[in-house]
């Protein structure tokens, strides 16, 4: 029971962070946050609509997530005595979202993006913009974002050599859930995705082209092993038709016969 | 008349196909019905020396049957299978005598597996093992 | 040999004289038609239901903690244990799809007219135990669809007044579906129900073979019932079609087309019986978003939603099943012939329409 629970929360994990996340947003009744800087010029007030469109919003994650300061209480909502922190500085941005994104802050201080912190490198929101926080996506690496600060060649190669590795784990996710709503067993497989994916999501902040495509190599043998499992059920399941065809004949033919039989004494 | 022939022609292909469903119906549940493979206790068993100290036994599963390990008084090791040989219950050890009973119809046994008395037709099956560095293994 | 077993049996029991009665000389109407086998094929899907039931309950564990991973087990891992499951969750199906069919030619032909009023009110009987049969089966493999479609069906019995909850806590064997329902459901499924199905189906036959077959009232001039309550008759057919070998080969030739629709659909739509959430383990603490009833108990799921209280849906399908339950009582003209029941004829059609557009209805809403 519980390890297929496991098995649901991973597969529908997902779904869970787009869905109901979406609802239970749209129910919250409006900070006061909103409702003051919603009709303010501007500064003070932009934030509001980007945030508006943003997978933070999508997910119930409201201004106070990461700014702090008390939704409720309109007097008392930017006092610092109440977690209020305000935006912070160029240097501290990744310590500010790694709050919620640990691995990712990792992945990031260890590449040469993040070695370049305070020293004119790049910050989370020099890419994923600061208040319409879009979800993340290979997308990203383009070369109007890149060749802001250097050359398009190395992070097309990096996004090159991620592309067809982030494709293919979408197809066999995809797969996986189908048949899992078939009464297939995937709970091994979907566990098997799910740290491939996981192994594959750690890549995202590195700059590192070798190592890129090295991991990527070994993540897609791994992903070659999930396929080979989905063949065999494939497989299995043709054959099946194959049998079910021969079988439906087969009681085709033998109406066929009883009714013949059945001439012969009328 | 000619009725008749395409009657008997019918009957036949009728019978033949009846046959055959049947067969093709009674595969599956034949599959269905077979006892799984690999189930029960492994081929292979390692249990450390340790565990047994002289006089006394260790019951344990071994192949999908029951198997039992004794450490005689004179530290001797012995693997026997457990199952009696005269209707198949499982022997017990009688640590006080060194020798196991069956409590079904009283057959005795010897550390080494021979009938010492009652109804058992065969001595216990010897289970062979090794001992290398403290352990145990069976089979 | 098998002639002599034969004369070995028929010298001590008489069996040559039995076929003789029950089989060759067993005489049936000249215009009978393809609807009268399918007593014979609801026959077979009962047996495969048995059948296929007990090699289920094999493998089977009905514990609240182990049901859902036991029936994941034989879908994957037991060889065809994926084959007789389908077969078990299809027949029942097919099984109700075919019981209506059974039903809408009685209905067509007149022939629940008396004498022959005790065989539809038996036979409606068991319409309701194969629903009944159905329903408990349905939480058995403890998935999030079997959880809370038992849940709003157990519920439904909350509408009768005052004694509502007490029997829907009754039902559930606690406030809530749970490890309780599991355990009395199963036993309603496994062992009271098909036993009085079985007893039923003896009962049918028995009013069956007391009776004698209607003819239909097709190709005739005279379609009226020639019954007359003044004493037993066994309504004989002199000059008919005798059961062995004629119709018997009908019955197998149905039987036959039966088993290609239903291999079909066991093959090539085995999602037929699920909805994703039979795939998911139960969860008391989630309820799935969309749950729907099998498409059988649809108009019953729209009734239900469409009228203000539950208490007047519940009781407007109480009084259709009794309805339909004593038709024989009700519609006591002798006339059998559909178009020379024009009344009749158009209640069914409208039936009919109306049950499938219910049903429609609480499929897409």
Known sequence: ??????????????????????????????????????SMPDRLGAPVNLWRGSIHAENGISCNGCHGGDPKDAANAMSPQRGFLGAPKEKDIPAFCGRCHPGVYKDYLA???????????????????????????????????????????????????????????VG??????????????????????????????????????????????????????????????????????????????????????????????D | ????????????????????????????????????????????????????????????????????????????????????????????????????????????FSTDGTVLGGPPPRPLAKIPFTVTEGNITIG | MLNRLYRWLDLRYGIGEIAEKELTGYLLPRNINEWYSLGSVLLVIFAIQVVTGMLLMIYYVPDADKAFKSVSFIMNEVPFGWFIRLCHAVGSNM??????????????????????????????????????????????????LSFWATT????????????????????RGGKLVGPATLGRFFALHAAVLPVVIAALIGAHLFFL?????????????????????????????????????????????????????????????????????????????????HIKPEWYFLANYQTLKIFPSELLGLSVQAAAMTFLALLPFIDRSPERHPLKRPLFLTLVIAGILLWIALSVWGHLS
């Open chain 3, 152 to 171: 709003v069906a157990t519920n439904s019995v909350s509408a009768i007044p005052v004694l509502g909850p007490t029997l829907v806590e009754f039902l």
């Open chain 2, 1 to 108: 008349m000619e009725n008749e022939g395409r009657r008997k022609f019918l009957g036949v292909c009728v019978a033949g196909c009846t046959v055959a469903a049947a067969a093709a119906a009674g595969y599956p549940v034949l599959r269905y019905l077979a006892p799984r493979s690999g189930q029960g206790g492994a081929a292979k068993l390692v249990i450390p020396a340790g565990e047994l100290k002289e006089g006394d036994a260790k019951f344990f599963e071994f192949a999908g049957s029951s198997a039992v390990l004794i450490k005689t008084n004179s530290g001797q090791l012995v693997a026997l299978s457990a199952v009696c040989t005269h209707l198949g219950c499982i022997v017990q050890w009688v640590k006080e005598k060194q020798q196991f009973l069956c409590p079904c119809h009283g057959g005795q």
């Open chain 1, 172 to 265: 066999i996710s995809g797969r996986i859930a189908q048949f899992q709503v078939s009464g297939v067993d995937t709970e091994k497989m979907g566990k098997a995705l799910f740290s491939v994916r996981n192994r594959f999501h750690t890549l995202f902040h590195d700059v590192d082209v070798n190592r890129v495509k090295n991991e990527s190599a070994a993540i897609n043998k791994e992903l070659d092993k999930l396929d080979a499992a989905l063949k065999v059920i494939d497989d299995e399941h043709a054959r099946r038709r194959v049998v079910g065809g021969i079988a439906v004949a087969f009681a085709v033919l033998l109406a066929i016969l009883f009714h013949l039989m059945k001439k012969t004494y």
């Open chain 1, 111 to 169: 590449s040469a993006h993040g070695r370049a912190l305070g020293a004119g490198g790049p910050t989370c929101v020099t890419c994923h913009s600061n208040h319409q926080v879009v979800k993340a996506s290979l997308a990203l690496i383009n070369e109007k974002s890149c060749t802001r600060c250097h050359s398009f060649e190395r992070a097309k190669t990096i996004r090159d050599a991620m592309s067809g590795t982030e494709a293919r784990i």
């Open chain 3, 209 to 289: 073979k007391r009776t004698g077959i209607s003819a239909p009232p097709f190709g005739k001039d005279e379609t009226a019932n020639p019954f007359e309550a003044r004493e037993y008759h066994y309504q004989g057919h002199p000059g008919g079609i005798p059961f062995f070998p004629n119709y018997a080969l009908q019955d197998l030739s149905s039987i036959s087309i039966y088993f290609a629709v239903f291999l079909a659909v066991v093959f090539f739509w085995p999602n037929m019986p699920f909805t994703p959430d039979a795939f998911v383990p139960a969860d008391p603490f989630k309820t799935p978003a």
């Open chain 3, 95 to 144: 099984m109700v799809a075919v019981l209506l069919l059974h039903m809408f030619s009685t209905l067509m032909m007149g022939s629940y007219k008396a004498p022959r009023e005790l065989n539809w009110v038996t036979g409606f009987t068991l319409f309701a135990l194969v629903q009944g049969i159905s329903l408990t089966g349905y939480l058995a493999p403890w998935s999030q």
């Open chain 1, 1 to 38: 029971m519980i390890r297929k629970n496991i098995l649901a929360i991973l597969l529908l994990a997902p779904l869970l962070f787009l869905k109901p996340a979406a609802a239970t947003a749209l129910e919250q009744p409006e900070t006061v946050c909103i409702q003051c800087h919603g």
